[in-house]
């Protein structure tokens, strides 16, 4: 099975597209930190459903798009914890 591009590479990728750096990203949001948006696309935590609501917006993504990329997600994140479970690995 070919490992797809997380949530956090797709917002990177996007956010990149359209020239935005973390800190503007951070601040539009009200963050006091570009460490939240750091984090989302590092893969270290993901974006209250809300906010990805609100990125979509700002990116020029497409709610059908976002919306395939958080299926896609959690399909990866159950495969890989019913792998480990299944084999113990």
């Known amino acids: 099975m070919a490992i797809k591009k997380?949530?956090?590479q797709f917002l990177k990728?996007?956010?990149l597209a359209v020239k935005l750096s973390q800190a503007?990203?951070?601040g539009h949001f009200?963050?006091?930190t570009p460490q939240f948006i750091s984090n989302w696309e590092r893969d270290v935590s993901a974006p209250p459903v809300d906010i990805l609501k609100k990125i979509a917006a700002l990116y020029g993504i497409?709610?059908?798009e976002?919306?395939?990329m958080?299926?896609?997600q959690k399909v990866q994140e159950i495969?890989?914890?019913m792998r480990r479970k299944f084999y113990g690995r």
């Open 6 to 8: 997380t949530l956090g």
């Open 70 to 72: 958080m299926i896609n």
């Open 30 to 32: 009200g963050y006091s």
């Open 13 to 15: 990728e996007k956010r």
């Open 62 to 64: 497409s709610g059908d």
């Open 24 to 26: 503007e990203v951070s």
């Open 66 to 68: 976002m919306l395939e």
């Open 79 to 81: 495969t890989k914890d």
